[in-house]
């Protein structure tokens, strides 16, 4: 990936670019910003930029990503890079080759390789084992013993971590102490959408370089110049449905088929919609828990993800048309009957207080907590607002 690939966030990359470009580059950064908003695909690039063997003298015109060491890197194989981010303690048990072959370790090792593999499908996912405790104090001691030696002339060794807010307390204080005596050939890029969660300390010792939320005018642009093959009303739809999350884009336009209307994530609002219809109806609220058990047990996290944004983009069409019933700009024009016959069945409903309780369960299931409680919590809710209006 090089800058041409990064969405938006063109005053953060300028000033990344003129501290590398006047030798000004800091020894620790800390990236924050919403989830999805491309901070880690940045942390790479610059990675590839300092490890690159056609960089040219401008760092502007960022890696070439074509050299073996830019390829070692997408491959997170490259020996100047360490990508951390949180994973399960069975994957650092130390001993012999007889531990390693236990099957704990070698199932938790699969897990491990098919986020990496996902990671490679969407450089703007954030991945996480889900039974892991946090960036363990393990993955530390590790970086410390890498730190010590020295990378190849004229290259930097980059230490990225992932969800730094997730480190645990005794893996915090030891990053500290790197931090405080940092070695020279060492640059550390910390990521994270929860910086008040780190220390105060550790913030202290790191460059701050705060991300924003791309726009819907930024992904539009960007898809009209990368991926043309992506027509109106699907353009669109995209746009509005990832809400400024490049994760959720990513899936989408990867998860797109000839037949518009059978794509995956048309699938996943259909049946959003099927539930909502189920909660609205009394004699079908037992339905409702039972699909709202079964979305639990049966959909990944990102695709719970989906399930509520599609509803929250509904509310908000619904909230449109209650407002103006001429409203044209739709995020679900293929639905307009069904949005217009709850928006006149539902006239009066706290919009605001729908769209809250909605966004943070789709923040509750993105930060590991138990879909089922979240999508249970939701459900109550949701129906008892609805009830009310």
Same mark, same amino acid.
């Given at each position: 990936?090089?800058?041409?690939?990064?969405?938006?966030?063109?005053?953060?990359?300028?000033?990344?670019?003129?501290?590398?470009?006047?030798?000004?580059?800091?020894?620790?950064?800390?990236?924050?910003?919403?989830?999805?908003?491309?901070?880690?695909?940045?942390?790479?690039?610059?990675?590839?930029?300092?490890?690159?063997?056609?960089?040219?003298?401008?760092?502007?015109?960022?890696?070439?990503?074509?050299?073996?060491?830019?390829?070692?890197?997408?491959?997170?194989?490259?020996?100047?890079?360490?990508?951390?981010?949180?994973?399960?303690?069975?994957?650092?048990?130390?001993?012999?080759?007889?531990?390693?072959?236990?099957?704990?370790?070698?199932?938790?090792?699969?897990?491990?390789?098919?986020?990496?593999?996902?990671?490679?499908?969407?450089?703007?996912?954030?991945?996480?084992?889900?039974?892991?405790?946090?960036?363990?104090?393990?993955?530390?001691?590790?970086?410390?013993?890498?730190?010590?030696?020295?990378?190849?002339?004229?290259?930097?060794?980059?230490?990225?971590?992932?969800?730094?807010?997730?480190?645990?307390?005794?893996?915090?204080?030891?990053?500290?102490?790197?931090?405080?005596?940092?070695?020279?050939?060492?640059?550390? =890029?910390?990521?994270? *959408?929860?910086?008040?969660?780190?220390? %105060? !300390? +550790?913030?202290? /010792?790191? $460059? #701050?370089?705060?991300?924003?939320?791309?726009?819907?005018?930024?992904?539009?642009?960007?898809?009209?110049?990368?991926?043309?093959?992506?027509?109106?009303?699907?353009?669109?739809?995209?746009?509005?449905?990832?809400?400024?999350?490049?994760?959720?884009?990513?899936?989408? =336009?990867?998860?797109? *088929?000839?037949?518009?209307?059978?794509? %995956? !994530? +048309?699938?996943? /609002?259909? $049946? #959003?919609?099927?539930?909502?219809?189920?909660?609205?109806?009394?004699?079908?609220?037992?339905?409702?828990?039972?699909?709202?058990?079964?979305?639990?047990?049966?959909?990944?996290?990102?695709?719970?993800?989906?399930?509520?944004?599609?509803?929250?983009?509904?509310?908000?069409?619904?909230?449109?048309?209650?407002?103006?019933?001429?409203?044209?700009?739709?995020?679900?024009?293929?639905?307009?009957?069904?949005?217009?016959?709850?928006?006149?069945?539902?006239?009066?409903?706290?919009?605001?207080?729908?769209?809250?309780?909605?966004?943070?369960?789709?923040?509750?299931?993105?930060?590991?907590?138990?879909?089922?409680?979240?999508?249970?919590?939701?459900?109550?809710?949701?129906?008892?607002?609805?009830?009310?209006?």
């Amino acid at each position: 990936m090089s800058w041409k690939n990064i969405i938006g966030q063109k005053q953060q990359i300028r000033v990344l670019q003129n501290a590398l470009e006047t030798g000004r580059f800091a020894h620790a950064y800390l990236f924050t910003g919403p989830d999805g908003s491309g901070k880690e695909s940045v942390a790479f690039e610059i990675a590839s930029l300092l490890n690159c063997q056609n960089a040219a003298t401008d760092v502007h015109k960022g890696s070439c990503g074509t050299c073996p060491d830019c390829l070692q890197i997408q491959s997170f194989m490259h020996p100047n890079v360490e990508y951390i981010f949180p994973v399960e303690s069975a994957l650092l048990d130390p001993g012999d080759s007889a531990k390693k072959e236990n099957k704990r370790f070698t199932d938790a090792k699969e897990r491990y390789d098919a986020l990496l593999e996902q990671k490679k499908e969407n450089p703007y996912l954030s991945p996480a084992m889900e039974r892991s405790m946090g960036i363990l104090t393990e993955q530390i001691i590790s970086l410390q013993h890498k730190a010590l030696f020295m990378p190849s002339e004229g290259s930097k060794k980059i230490f990225i971590i992932s969800q730094a807010e997730r480190l645990h307390p005794s893996a915090a204080n030891k990053l500290l102490k790197l931090l405080e005596e940092p070695p020279a050939h060492v640059v550390f =890029i910390l990521v994270s *959408s929860r910086p008040e969660a780190l220390l %105060p !300390t +550790i913030r202290s /010792r790191c $460059q #701050a370089v705060r991300f924003s939320r791309i726009t819907p005018q930024e992904l539009r642009l960007w898809l009209q110049e990368n991926r043309p093959e992506i027509k109106e009303p699907e353009l669109s739809f995209i746009v509005s449905f990832s809400r400024g999350n490049l994760r959720l884009a990513w899936e989408l =336009i990867n998860n797109r *088929s000839n037949d518009s209307s059978e794509t %995956p !994530t +048309i699938l996943l /609002r259909n $049946q #959003a919609l099927d539930y909502l219809r189920q909660v609205l109806t009394p004699s079908r609220f037992h339905e409702a828990i039972t699909s709202c058990e079964q979305s639990a047990k049966n959909l990944s996290r990102s695709d719970l993800t989906l399930f509520l944004a599609a509803l929250l983009l509904f509310f908000q069409d619904a909230n449109h048309r209650r407002i103006n019933p001429d409203f044209q700009e739709l995020n679900n024009p293929d639905i307009s009957e069904a949005i217009n016959r709850f928006a006149k069945n539902f006239p009066n409903p706290d919009y605001f207080q729908i769209s809250t309780i909605t966004e943070e369960a789709i923040r509750a299931i993105e930060r590991n907590a138990s879909p089922l409680l979240v999508m249970a919590s939701f459900t109550a809710e949701i129906k008892g607002l609805l009830q009310k209006a």
